[in-house]
């Protein structure tokens, strides 16, 4: 089983509500990712998780809160969001980190800001 | 890590191969050279990676120069299905060879068209 499952699939959310992205896999990785991709561009690395803890942050707001509860599940906690953080947001895993290990992807949650 | 360069866009007969180039040509000789591709609205997904050998898998092959300077992705009976977005992304091999975060670049843009 190489599946990467996200939810919810969409989600639509005003600038002051508080909501969270989820993000499970259960090929027992270690590391898991956070990208944002928006409207035709490449996705963008936000975090990456290596044994349930953050190993790199790039330089992602503070609006948007990673965690990592346990080895199969990340969350991505999102308050106060601006409509400029509208986008799909894909969580991948791998193997381990760091290292050359093959990302599996998930489907993406599409985000919409209002 | 190298930067790689891939045509903005192609098109490819349906049954036909798609021969998808790469040029890499500052690509260590610790680099990978990974590609994964992405159905619109859907995740990226990996296709295939290889160092220095030419690489076989069930969906498609990677042919790598002898100088490692380029390379070419080749699915050999596209399909309509195959219509998507692919990326050429040099990885490192070891630790202290580079980062081996994904870095997406624009890719190539392939049509199949019936």
């Known amino acids: 089983d190489t599946e990467v499952t996200q939810t919810p699939k969409h989600l639509v959310m005003g600038m002051t509500n508080k909501k969270s992205l989820k993000c499970e896999q259960h090929m027992g990785h270690r590391a898991m990712y956070w990208y944002k991709q928006k409207a035709k561009k490449p996705p963008e690395l936000m975090f990456v998780y290596s044994y349930e803890k953050l190993s790199i942050n790039e330089s992602v707001p503070s609006r948007f809160s990673p965690e990592c509860p346990n080895s199969s599940l990340l969350n991505l906690h999102l308050h106060a969001l601006q409509p400029e953080d509208s986008a799909l947001y894909l969580c991948a895993s791998s193997q381990d980190w760091p290292g050359p290990d093959t990302q599996y992807f998930g489907p993406g949650t599409r985000l919409t800001v209002l | 890590d190298a930067k790689t360069t891939q045509p903005p866009s192609m098109d490819c007969a349906e049954g036909r191969a798609a021969n998808l180039p790469c040029n890499h040509s500052t690509i260590s000789g610790n680099e990978y050279v990974y590609w994964y591709r992405q159905i619109h609205s859907q995740g990226p997904q990996y296709i295939i990676h290889?160092?220095?050998n030419n690489e076989t898998n069930e969906m498609a092959s990677l042919i790598i120069t002898e100088d490692r300077k380029s390379s070419t992705l080749i699915l050999p009976h596209a399909t309509l299905r195959d219509t998507a977005v692919y990326y050429c992304i040099a990885i490192p091999s070891y630790s202290g060879a580079g980062s081996y975060q994904l870095t997406f670049g624009k890719g190539t843009k392939l049509s199949v068209i019936p």
């Open positions: 290889g160092l220095k």
